[in-house]
């Protein structure tokens, strides 16, 4: 078959199979050191990319544990926990600052008691019960007072109860049966 072909004709075909061989060639033999080289190029620049980061988080060290002492520092002029108690101490002073404040606003306490202590992350919850009446004004201002405070008081849960009837023409006089739930947190700094 080959023979039948003119010169021409078969200086063309031994080019093209000639073309043919070097395009697979090219494919099978330097194509894929090629692509492979490329991707190791890649992965270089990637990871120059994350010692350039890393050394200029080493380079920054210095400065970052500076802001770290002055955010603890500023945690600690916040009061906005309690720091180096014991979770018992807490608990009873938040219980006597409840029942001085109950006090002072004419209000009367029926029971407190003290709630399980729990751990979340670097904070001790400490969180105590407490039942007590009473009045509308007793109240809002009872809720200013805990909203206020420092170190900060979270109330969990709040119930309100009251014994009035809606035609009870005396509603502002009979008192509220208020149950909430009060915690407060102890930081516990690192050793």
Do not use: C, W
């Amino acid at each position: 078959m080959i023979n039948q072909l003119s010169k021409q004709q078969q200086k063309g075909l031994a080019l093209f199979l000639l073309g043919v061989v070097l395009i697979v060639f090219i494919q099978i033999v330097i194509a894929p050191p090629i692509a492979l080289y490329n991707s190791k190029m890649s992965e270089v620049d990637d990871l120059r990319f994350k010692l350039a980061k890393y050394q200029q988080a080493v380079g920054n060290k210095k400065s970052l544990e500076t802001k770290l002492v002055s955010l603890r520092n500023n945690i600690d002029e916040a009061q906005l926990y309690q720091a180096g108690v014991a979770p018992g101490v807490v608990a009873a002073n938040l219980q006597n600052k409840v029942r001085q404040l109950v006090e002072t606003l004419g209000a009367s306490i029926i029971s407190t008691q003290v709630l399980t202590e729990k751990i979340e992350k670097k904070l001790v919850k400490v969180a105590i019960s407490v039942r007590l009446t009473v009045k509308d004004k007793q109240l809002e201002e009872l809720l200013y007072q805990l909203e206020s405070s420092q170190p900060v008081l979270f109330i969990d849960k709040l119930s309100i109860a009251t014994s009035r009837r809606p035609e009870t023409k005396t509603l502002k006089h009979l008192p509220l049966n208020l149950s909430l739930e009060l915690s407060t947190y102890i930081y516990k700094r690192e050793q």
